[in-house]
């Protein structure tokens, strides 16, 4: 499989030529018209590739931070061209189901940017480095911080670390996916140390994010908000934070 550094310049490297020269004509016609008197700097396709593959690298990024990398790749204190390059990137990417995708954080209310596969949108397809009783852990994870309560009346809820580790994963998902090379280790039986270890590597990775209200609780975090939009908005939340995700989703 495609590793971060390359998987855009192979999707890229793929577009139809046409396509891919418009796209370019187009976006460097933009950038002259644009520029005017502030000599706004020119996106060239190498610009985007870098930009891509460091967002990859990441994750995913606050846009403060993305527009910090735009102006370290172009060397220059503008970064005017910012929307235009990210419309760019997702006219040149659509093809093979990727976008670069823009949320505003329930939790800081902060806007982050990701790259996303918009055909994968279930908890359970989601981080193919886990083992499935890992991912049936995130999934049952997701869900309960998804219908906990909002905190004080913040578009958000958030549950203990206690709960996360005693949650009931004996479901028939968890055991019919295992199959029985890993039933042992699935569902239910995933050791509290697995669960606290799991818990740890979503938290690092985006998935879930810690409280900012509460120590010891934690809540949906930045990526799962970009990756996983339509299954959050899907579950049954209470109807006050369904209305502040679809409007920040």
Same mark, same amino acid.
């Given at each position: 499989s495609c590793? *971060?550094?390359? /998987?855009?310049?192979?999707?890229?490297?793929?577009?139809?030529?046409? =396509?891919?020269?418009?796209?370019? =004509?187009?976006?460097?016609?933009?950038?002259?018209?644009?520029?005017?008197?502030?000599?706004?700097?020119?996106?060239?396709?190498?610009?985007?590739?870098?930009?891509?593959?460091?967002?990859?690298?990441?994750?995913?990024?606050?846009?403060?931070?993305?527009?910090k990398v735009l102006r370290r790749i172009l060397n220059s204190n503008d970064d005017a061209s910012y929307d235009g390059m990210l419309c760019d990137i997702n006219q040149d990417i659509s093809f093979a189901s990727f976008q670069i995708k823009?949320?505003?954080?329930?939790?800081?209310?902060?806007?982050?940017?990701?790259?996303?596969?918009?055909?994968?949108?279930? *908890?359970?397809?989601?981080?193919?480095?886990?083992?499935?009783?890992?991912r049936e852990f995130f999934k049952a994870a997701i869900e309960r911080m998804a219908t906990a309560e909002p905190d004080d009346g913040k578009p958000y809820g958030s549950v203990s670390e206690t709960m996360l580790l005693n949650l009931d994963l004996a479901g028939p998902s968890s055991t019919q996916a295992a199959g029985p090379s890993t039933q042992a280790a699935g569902g239910s039986r995933l050791s509290k140390q697995a669960r606290q270890s799991t818990l740890m590597e979503l938290l690092t990775a985006g998935w879930l994010a810690s409280s900012p209200d509460?120590?010891?609780?934690?809540?949906?975090?930045? =990526?799962?908000?970009?990756?996983?939009?339509?299954? /959050?908005?899907?579950?049954?939340?209470?109807?006050?934070v369904r209305s502040a995700w679809a409007d920040l989703i």
């Open positions: 590793s *971060p550094d390359t /998987l855009y310049c192979t999707h890229f490297a793929q577009m139809p030529p046409r =396509r891919r020269e418009h796209n370019d =004509r187009a976006g460097s016609q933009r950038d002259q018209t644009q520029a005017g008197p502030s000599q706004q700097a020119s996106i060239q396709p190498v610009h985007r590739m870098t930009f891509i593959q460091s967002l990859m690298t990441s994750g995913y990024l606050s846009e403060a931070d993305a527009k823009t949320v505003k954080f329930p939790v800081d209310q902060q806007k982050y940017i990701g790259f996303i596969n918009t055909e994968a949108d279930e *908890p359970s397809k989601m981080g193919t480095h886990l083992t499935i009783p890992q509460k120590n010891g609780y934690y809540c949906i975090g930045v =990526r799962s908000f970009l990756e996983l939009g339509d299954y /959050l908005l899907s579950l049954e939340v209470p109807e006050e």
